[in-house]
Structure formats: C-alpha cells, structure tokens
C-alpha cells in the first residue's frame, strides 16, 4: 500500500529533538524555528512532558468518556487559571479543526441561524464546517457548499454591519492572527467593535486561537491585547507539544445538554497527561513572558537585515515578508543553514519557534537568516 500523495516533501528524514534542535537520519543538527506548524510549545523531549506521558501510559492510555476521568478537570482547572478563563466550560477534542468544527455547531444550537461570516485569508482547517469557513475555494469539496459562508476584509467593521443586519448571521469566526494568511492581524480597535456588534445582533463571536493561542503571541491568547472576552475560544497545536489534543473553550451563556457533542478519543487519559504536563512547564519557565521577550529581540534584528519588506509579529509568530518569492531563501535556510522555518503564500517566511528559545538561540537564528540572505 502507498501512501496518498497530498503532501510535498523535502527528502529529510527527522528523526531525535530536543528544545530547539532536531536532528535527520544522518545525524545533521538543525534549528528548529518552526517548531512543525507551531504544535511545539515546550520544547522537544522536554523531561517532564516525557516522563507525564510514560507514566500515564504505564498506567492507562485511554478509556471512553462514559467514566469519569479526573484529569480532564485537573486539565480544565489548569487551563482555567493560565488563560484568565475560570468562569468559561472545556470540551476536549483531538485537532484544530474538530473545535472550529464543534465551535461552528454549539454557536449555532444557541441561537438557531446558520450563516457565518469568516475572512479573507482564514484558514481554520479542513473538515466539513472548518475547510468551508477557510478562504481557499482549491480545498473546498462540493460535498462542504451547503453551509452558506461570506468572507469579508479583515478590520472593515462597516461590512460586519451591513452582513449582520440581514439577521441570519450565526457566528463570526476569526483568527487571533492570520497564520496562513500571512501573520495578519485584526486591530485591537476591530476586534472590540466586533465584540460590541455581535453582542448587538446575536452573533456568537467564534476566536481561532489554534496557532495563536497558548502565549505564542506574548500573551495566553493573541485577543487579550484587545482586552476582549469571545464567546468561544478554539485551541489547539501547541497545546499537547505534539500529542494529539483540542479544547473548545465555551461561555457560560451556552447550556449543555448530554449528547449535544461528543468524541470518541477526545479528552482521553494519555492526551490530558500531555496537556497538564505542558501548562506546568509553561507556567514554571514562565514560556509566555520569554515569548514575548524573545520575539522582540527577533522582530527588532530582522528588520536591520537587508531584502525585507515587512516584519509582522507578536511574540514567537512572526512573518518575514520579501518583495520576491522566497523559495531560494527559504531553501538555502534549510540546507546550507540548517533552519526549519515555514511559508505562508509565496513571499512570505513564518517563524513559529517552540517558546522555550532562547535569546542565545535567537541570536544563532538572527545570524543563519542574516547569511541565507546573502
């Protein structure tokens, strides 16, 4: 059997990590400041993620969610107190998608309309609800059309009034920052009016926090520099280091009812060992302040590098945008200078670092960027 083709791949083979280095079957060392689509939080092989993950699979890795297991409120009770939302409710997943996915459906159980309003660039997955709210039509099936969706500028407030009128409009999901979009950013002044106007017209306000969230942006979530509360948050990447685990962070104005969601691996003993294991090193390492620390350092030394058009970022997810297409930066990165990084279109380099880099690593990366561009 082989396996289908849908991914393009560079002929490395990555094989042992740790913190901020991975190394190929050959034994090449490389920075990692990609940290493989910002899933990597606290760092490759971190000792204690190693050892909560071994030990609960010494004891058990998984039962159904028809028992009781006390770790998916440890999990909760964590999440609660790092993120400043002890008054909101958790449902527990395994992907990014499946919570926009579960987002899209509890947004619209609440208030009984279907259309969505999304925006230009999303991206926010690519099951049935999530691929249709993204904003590239090459990935859509026909078999996603159904759910009726309008995407609209980032940070044009007057073109959410005119959609929300019309009084159909469920939910409006968007991005802490655009990731595949660019490192884009709705304002903090669009995303209050946007909390005002969908309080205004029954709209439930959806914040994609996946590669955003998790003090990636220098804060827990990307939206706290607005100082907005949404009425769902959805989590993901990094919030497992690279074990599969979701969460769905839900209003106390949302009432559940049994059977309302479900999961079948969601939420599951070994996936929560993984979660409570990563807000414990986030917390003792302090990763969200060295996010923004570091990110700082970084913004401010790539804008004295020369060829670049744009640097956009907060905290560890930030994008290096060129005038010209960056295929031979970013491949000379790779395999003269060994360093992971990631795309976003064809002109842009995105830099999406485990938290746990340090400034001494920064200023390696700094250096490698600085010759790839020469």
């Known amino acids: 059997m082989n396996l289908f083709d849908v991914y393009p791949l560079f002929n490395i083979e990555i094989v042992k ?3 901020c280095h991975v190394w190929d079957t050959e034994g090449t060392e490389y920075l990692d400041l990609y940290g493989g689509h910002a899933v990597i939080s606290v760092g490759h092989s971190h000792p204690e993620y190693v050892a909560a993950i071994t030990d609960q699979v010494n004891k058990l890795g998984f039962y159904s969610n028809s028992v009781i297991n ?4 440890k999990l ?3 999440l609660g107190k790092a993120s400043g939302y002890n008054d909101y409710a958790l449902f527990l997943i395994n992907s990014g998608a499946e919570a926009n996915e579960n987002a899209l459906k509890l947004a ?3 208030n009984g309309k279907k259309r969505v309003i999304a ?3 999303a991206f926010h997955g690519r099951t049935s609800a999530a691929v249709r709210v993204t904003d590239n039509p090459s990935i859509i099936a026909p078999v ?4 009726p969706v309008t995407y609209l500028p980032l ?4 073109a959410i009034e005119t959609e929300l009128k019309k009084g159909d409009v469920s939910s409006i999901i968007i991005e802490g920052i655009q990731g595949v979009g660019g490192i884009q950013f709705p304002t903090d002044t669009f995303l209050k009016q946007l909390r005002d106007i969908c309080n205004q017209y029954d709209t439930v306000l959806i914040l994609d926090e996946i590669q955003s969230g998790y003090g990636r942006s220098g804060k827990f979530f990307a939206h706290q520099y607005a100082d907005i509360r949404p009425d769902i948050i959805t989590v993901g990447k990094g919030i497992g280091n690279g074990f599969p685990l979701a969460g769905v962070l839900i209003s106390p104005i949302f009432k559940p009812s049994y059977g309302m969601l479900g999961t079948t691996f969601g939420g599951n003993h070994l996936a929560c060992a993984a979660g409570i294991a990563v807000l414990d090193i986030m917390e003792k390492e302090k990763l969200v302040d060295n996010a923004a620390k570091v990110g700082e350092y970084l913004m401010n030394e790539l804008q004295l590098l020369p060829g670049i058009k744009e640097i956009r970022g907060r905290g560890l997810m930030i994008g290096i945008e060129f005038q010209d297409s960056i295929k031979t930066v970013r491949n000379k990165l790779l395999f003269e200078e060994k360093v992971f990084t990631g795309i976003a279109g064809t002109n842009t380099i995105r830099l999406l670092p485990p938290l746990t880099l340090t400034m001494e690593e920064a200023a390696e990366a700094i250096k490698r960027i600085k010759k790839a561009l020469l």
């Open 144 to 147: 996603n059309e159904d759910l």
């Open 70 to 73: 006390s770790l998916q409120q």
């Open 119 to 121: 925006f230009k660039k």
């Open 76 to 78: 909760a009770d964590k």
């Open 17 to 19: 990590g740790k913190g």
């Open 155 to 158: 940070n044009d407030i007057e």
């Open 108 to 110: 619209s159980f609440h």
